[in-house]
């Protein structure tokens, strides 16, 4: 019998029923008020439907855990419980273990950064520093300025500490430096001062472009003149498939700028650890927050990680990752040409997980997602990048977590569920659909019909299929 409902679950004694509307509502008067703007991750939704076998998912940012070999994965567990086991089993200090600090060190050694052990702050994955950036730094209605698109993950937590946020326009080299100062002004002008501005510069999540080397020292100009924060998300920096590597921002300048990265990419996701190296200040204030969140991140997963590095060149894991990541990207880019419409758009990426792709603007991707679903294929749609609405027409195809073969029949899908719409829409409006062209043939698109939702569309030019 449910206590004070008077009706025994159906499942049987001692089961709970499961939640009524009538009973939501009973709680309602509990819950904080920030639960209203708090959103739900577009990703983490998804994650039940794709773990199905019969669903191609090209929705998560997932690296291939399948390339980490088993048997380096056994030596090494067997190794940290060898030597550390009761240590590794243990509490440990709130911002991590020297032995993995070390590790990180030598990471962002390789991306240019000099950094002393005392300026990190160990975390349980990447995600967990915006979630603290957050904490640390808004109070409800203060203003974050990030990329519009920006990574669907930081929405929800923006928008759980009651963030207003205001999104600057991409284009190829990245954020709009000149739109962003003039966001600046006039945000000043009507008495307001962002807490920090959020980028992604390296192989942006979701549009996959990369912020030049001239708007990267803007960026830091801007910040420095005006003495304001930049939280600078990079967990793809090591993951370039072309071009020459372009320094962080945290190498132009440390003072203003708060540095997150993660083993999530270059490592595992499992093992739930990023970092963050911050301003002495801004870094203190994150270690106390994190003390109520999580006391410490996993001891056995820095054992795990201290152990892989001491076993060998880590970077030639990332080599690796690499040369497997760059035959997906291309064989996306390929399949996009062979199989989405005239009209569709999208970024070539120089590296990291993804492509953004933007159809015509009378196409909702995310009643398209509904569609493609019954196809047993996936993608992040749009909307889930914005806080306004915008997006609508745009998706985010992730290529590192599935193989080649799945990445061609996935777009084939996704094409098919598009050319149904595109035929849909000539019907209701008698303008004749695009002829087909030869399977295989090299284009570039016609222009995209400009509209709110194909913002990012508007500067990028579609990529030749590549020869072969």
Same mark, same amino acid.
């Given at each position: 019998?449910?206590?004070?409902s ?8 001692? +089961?709970? +029923? ?12 509990? /819950? ?25 998912s ?9 390339? /980490? ?8 567990m ?24 070390? &590790? ?24 967990q520093?915006?979630?603290?950036? &957050? ?7 203060? #203003?974050?300025? &990030? ?16 963030a ?38 390296? /192989?942006?999540n ?7 080397l ?21 967990p ?14 945290r190498?132009?300048?440390d ?10 990419k ?11 190296a ?14 109520a969140?999580?006391? &410490? ?101 992730n290529?590192?977590g ?15 569920? #598009? ?46 299929? +590549?020869?072969?």
């Open positions: 019998m449910s206590h004070g008077g009706v025994e679950s159906p499942q049987g004694p001692g +089961r709970r +029923r499961r939640s009524t509307a009538r009973d939501i509502e009973r709680y309602g008067a509990l /819950f904080a008020t920030r639960t209203k703007v708090m959103k739900s991750s577009a990703m983490r939704d998804l994650m039940a439907l794709t773990e199905r076998e019969d669903v191609i090209l929705a998560g940012g997932l690296p291939d855990t399948t390339t /980490f070999p088993p048997d380096s994965y056994a030596s090494l067997s190794t940290v419980a060898a030597d550390s086991c009761a240590r590794a089993l243990q509490y440990g200090p709130t911002e991590g273990l020297s032995l993995v600090k070390r &590790c990180i060190v030598e990471v962002m050694a390789a991306e240019g950064m000099e950094v002393d052990q005392d300026e990190l702050l160990v975390t349980t994955g990447g995600q520093v915006i979630d603290l950036a &957050c904490k640390t730094l808004l109070d409800p209605g203060d #203003v974050v300025v &990030c990329e519009a698109p920006t990574y669907p993950g930081a929405v929800p937590t923006f928008c759980a500490y009651e207003d946020v205001v999104q600057v326009t991409m284009d190829r080299d990245g954020m709009r430096v000149d739109e962003l100062e003039a966001t600046l002004d006039e945000l000043e002008r009507t008495g307001r001062r962002p807490k920090f501005i959020y980028t992604v510069p390296n /192989f942006h979701p549009a996959g472009v990369t912020l030049s001239d708007r990267r020292r803007e960026l830091v100009r801007i910040a420095g003149e005006r003495e304001l924060l930049v939280l600078e998300d990079n793809y920096g090591l993951l370039r498939y072309e071009g020459d590597p372009l320094p962080t921002l190498s132009l300048d003072e203003f700028v708060i540095y997150a990265s993660t083993f999530s270059i490592l595992s996701p499992g093992v739930r650890l990023g970092w963050t911050a301003p002495a200040p801004v870094l203190q204030k994150m270690n106390i927050g994190k003390q969140s999580d006391l &410490c991140s996993s001891s056995i997963s820095q054992y795990f990680v201290s152990a892989y590095f001491e076993s060998g060149p880590w970077d030639e894991y990332v080599r690796s990752l690499i040369e497997i990541y760059r035959r997906r990207r291309d064989v996306m880019l390929d399949s996009l040409a062979e199989h989405f419409p005239r009209e569709a758009e999208w970024t070539h990426p120089e590296g990291g997980l993804f492509i953004w792709a933007t159809l015509p603007g009378y196409i909702d991707t995310t009643d398209l997602l509904a569609r493609a679903l019954q196809e047993n294929v996936a993608f992040v749609p749009g909307r889930a990048a914005y806080v306004d609405g915008r997006g609508g027409s745009s998706m985010r195809l290529f590192s599935v193989h080649e073969e799945e990445i061609r029949e996935g777009i084939r899908r996704i094409g098919e569920v #598009v050319r149904e719409q595109v035929g849909l829409y000539g019907t209701l409006t008698g303008t004749p659909p695009t002829p087909e062209r030869p399977v295989g043939a090299s284009r570039r698109a016609e222009p995209v019909p400009q509209t709110p939702d194909a913002e990012l569309a508007k500067v990028l030019q579609l990529p030749r299929k +590549r020869a072969g």
